[in-house]
């Protein structure tokens, strides 16, 4: 079965440095995949989406990478800041055209 | 507003009475999405409208569990004799084009459902 896999450990980190987030997948191969992110009490919001062909990808201070052959999503925050501190979800296509949301990092960036 | 909204934001209910939850989508979106999330989890895909239609109700976990839509706008879906595993957040997102297919979905702040 499909199957994705983030860090269910929360990242701790300092003010300022970047912050990596990693989403892995199994058993497929999406076409694209988006990250969303996700604040207590509230429903997700959409950041960024990477599609296969796309290596990276950026917004502002967010990064994207998009690893096919390692399975691999990675998501950066370079500069991170308290306001940063969330869940981030990372969402591959499934092979039935919907997105499969994994269960979530979350991040806490302290100052 | 032009976001998704949901009601009520919290429900309390006792075990083997009937909820509704309703979502009112954006404007204009023809996709809507059903889903729950447990504490600690993931979001559990539960049902996907086209229009009025559920092409996708795969994710529904029992009979208990159904959804509607009307108008092509306002969605409810009903928990018929809740049991205490029901309890969770029950989020509603919707998305633009008539494809629906992983395009960006827009959520509503969820609905909690405690079952006591």
């Known amino acids: 079965s499909q199957k994705i896999e983030q860090n269910s450990e929360a990242l701790n980190i300092q003010e300022g440095k970047t912050a990596t987030l990693t989403c892995n997948y199994t058993n497929y191969s999406p076409a694209y995949l988006q990250w969303y992110r996700q604040d207590p009490g509230r429903g997700p919001v959409f950041l960024l989406l990477?599609?296969?062909?796309?290596k990276e990808k950026r917004k502002e201070r967010l990064k994207v990478t998009f690893d096919t052959t390692l399975k691999q999503s990675l998501f950066h925050i370079t500069a991170s800041q308290p306001a940063d501190s969330a869940t981030y979800l990372c969402a591959p296509l499934s092979n039935t055209g919907k997105l499969i949301f994994g269960q979530g990092t979350t991040l806490q960036v302290k100052p | 507003g032009a976001g998704v909204s949901q009601s009520p934001s919290n429900k309390v209910t006792e075990k083997g009475k009937d909820v509704e939850l309703r979502c009112d989508p954006i404007s204009g979106h023809t996709a809507l999405y059903w889903y729950r999330q447990s504490l600690g989890q993931g979001l559990e895909f539960l049902i996907y409208?086209?229009?009025?239609?559920?092409?996708?109700k795969s994710g529904l976990p029992s009979d208990r569990f159904s959804a509607e839509r009307t108008g092509g706008s306002v969605s409810t879906l009903t928990i018929q004799r809740t049991q205490q595993e029901d309890s969770a957040v029950y989020l509603c997102a919707s998305s633009l084009d008539g494809t629906g297919v992983g395009e960006t979905q827009y959520f509503g702040p969820g609905t909690r459902l405690l079952v006591l």
């Open positions: 990477i599609r296969e062909n796309e």
């Open positions: 409208f086209q229009g009025n239609s559920a092409p996708d």
